[in-house]
């Protein structure tokens, strides 16, 4: 009488492995379910990719990040890595100003400018 074949991993089924891992959001049962083996059996025959599956995933999603941020083609990706890696923030001052009625809003270029005239006006009469 013979018993079930013996289960030989692929090199899909440890990259599925891995994916699922690096993912958390599946279970050993589950995974052992889409790869077709036993919960037992996954942690036998992919001791490694269960092990490894998360840094892999994590260091191949910070390459992309990396590659992004410096090619100069997604300045979002550059802002973001500069806030996460050298704790740049955004400006948390906002200028305001108080207009001629009274009303607070922010300072615009062209209250600058408004300013500056009334200031060189006021120098030349004066």
Known sequence: MA????????????????LMVGSG?????EMAL???CDAKTLRRA???EL???????NAKVVQTMFQMATSGNHPGMT????????????????????????KDRPFLLSDA???????DAADAAG
């Open 3 to 18: 018993g079930r074949p013996k289960f030989e991993p692929t090199d899909q089924h440890r990259q599925a492995v891995v």
């Open 25 to 29: 959001s599946f279970t050993h049962d």
């Open 79 to 102: 802002a973001m890595w500069l806030k996460c890696r050298l704790r740049w923030r955004e400006p948390t001052t906002d200028h305001r100003f108080v207009d001629a009625q009274g």
């Open 51 to 57: 092990d490894t599956g998360v840094a892999k995933l």
């Open 113 to 119: 400018d408004q300013l500056i005239a009334a200031s």
């Open 34 to 36: 889409v790869i077709g």
């Open 46 to 48: 992919f001791r490694q």
